[in-house]
């Protein structure tokens, strides 16, 4: 099982996302562009785990002891790549409380024995793969500040497997644990 642990968001939260995945979209040649169910903001990147190891790692999610609170989405970006063919994604605002709801999780998992990756963490929900601009000039007017910020409430914490279903790849969410 591929595993990971996330924020998902609300049906008008997706939506004010997608609505910039289009700004992106209608400036591209190409890209795989993240379907809207699997937009999500990946806490903890677990990887590839047997079946056995989901109670584990399912106890770590549920004694999550924090309080719900709020992330501003507040601006678009990418990772540029040597072919122009960037990973573009919408970026945080600096939040305490996701960043100690992040490193709990990571110290928790690592402490259970789960090779979880400590590079420095760069909270985003990837908007697309593989994308080559038209003009690879756009990229200054895509990217920077969104206006207006998008603000949500991160409420609930999830345990999802990544799966692929008749080609295409899915998110589902296998248990998830309410936030104070």
Do not use: C
């Not at 609505?19 to 400036?27: V, Y």
């Not at 206006?147 to 998830?176: F, H, N």
């Amino acid at each position: 099982m591929r595993l990971f642990i996330a924020i998902l968001f609300d049906t008008h939260t997706i939506d004010r996302i997608v609505s910039h995945q289009k700004r992106i979209r209608s400036s591209a040649v190409r890209g795989n562009f993240s379907h809207r169910d699997n937009l999500h903001l990946t806490l903890a990147f677990i990887g590839e785990r047997p079946l056995e190891d989901l109670v584990e790692i399912g106890s770590i999610v549920k004694h999550v002891e924090l309080e719900k609170f709020t992330l501003q989405i507040d601006h678009l970006g990418y990772f540029g790549k040597r072919n122009h063919r960037d990973i573009w994604w919408m970026g945080m605002a600096p939040q305490a409380q996701l960043d100690l709801l992040r490193n709990t999780l990571v110290d928790q998992l690592l402490q259970a024995g789960f090779p979880i990756d400590r590079t420095p963490y760069n909270a985003h929900i990837t908007l697309g793969r593989e994308v080559l601009l038209k003009d690879p000039e756009d990229k200054r007017r895509l990217a920077g500040s969104v206006s207006p910020i998008i603000t949500t409430e991160a409420k609930r914490v999830s345990l999802m497997e990544s799966v692929r279903l008749d080609g295409r790849l899915v998110y589902r969410e296998i248990m998830g644990k309410y936030l104070r």
